[in-house]
């Protein structure tokens, strides 16, 4: 009588989800029950006349206590990944009500009133900077003449190069900075606010800034707002 015999090998994509595989198997693979019911239907029909050879069931059984060990750590891993993010989510609500600045290249309109962005110079510099809407359109472009080396705010009114007041919403801006003999000047943009909220998105912790979502590691300086 011809068996079909089982092979670790056949476990494919254990270790991208060893849970989901223990309860789901796609075809061409053998999870976790499916293996040991093939393993007792081999004992069940094996000749007794040519029993099954002791080293190839010794074999079998040590890739079932893999397999085993495979899902065991796949849960362990699963609950230490649920516990992580438990703690971030806890550590991320503190922010809340905190001003922060960090890394990015966005300030908010609101009211009519931009939001304060910064940028830091390696060197002193002739600067200007352009404003973009959310679709990429450029808006203004202002001309702040020569910088110190260090942090210079960007003194944009909320106004368009018209004059006219732009809409409420988030707004891009891109430094260009030229030492005295033409050279270009790096720069590092940042943007400040107020932290009002956390979310949880593809397993990270993102903090809102408004509607705008940073990452905790983008995070260069908290502060208490100053109250009135």
């Not at 029909?45 to 190839?56: I, T």
């Not at 991320?92 to 009500?97: A, E, N, R």
Request: proline content about 3%; charged content about 20%; glycine content about 10%.
């Amino acid at each position: 009588m011809t068996v079909q015999t089982a092979s670790l090998d056949q476990l494919g994509g254990l270790s991208s989800s060893a849970t989901s595989s223990q309860k789901t198997a796609s075809k061409g693979e053998l999870g976790r029950d499916q293996f040991l019911k093939l393993l007792i239907t081999q004992l069940k029909n094996q000749d007794p006349l040519n029993p099954m050879e002791s080293v190839e069931f010794t074999s079998q059984l040590a890739q079932f206590s893999s397999l085993e060990q495979l899902f065991s750590v796949g849960d362990n891993l699963d609950a230490i990944k649920t516990s992580l993010q438990l703690q971030e989510g806890d550590q991320m609500v503190q922010y809340i009500g905190k001003k922060v600045v960090s890394k990015g290249d966005t300030m908010t309109v609101q009211g009519g009133v931009a939001g304060p962005a910064t940028f830091s110079l390696d060197d002193d510099a002739e600067v200007w900077v352009s404003i973009y809407a959310a679709d990429g359109m450029p808006v203004r472009k202002l001309s702040m003449g020569w910088q110190k080396k260090g942090d210079c705010q960007v003194p944009w009114d909320g106004r368009d190069e018209s004059g006219k007041a732009v809409t409420d919403g988030d707004y891009s801006f891109q430094v260009q900075a030229q030492s005295a003999k033409g050279a270009s000047v790096s720069s590092q943009t940042y943007v400040t606010g107020e932290v009002t909220g956390v979310r949880h998105e593809n397993g990270k912790s993102l903090l809102l800034i408004g509607k705008r979502q940073i990452l905790p590691d983008s995070i260069i300086e908290i502060s208490q707002p100053a109250t009135l």
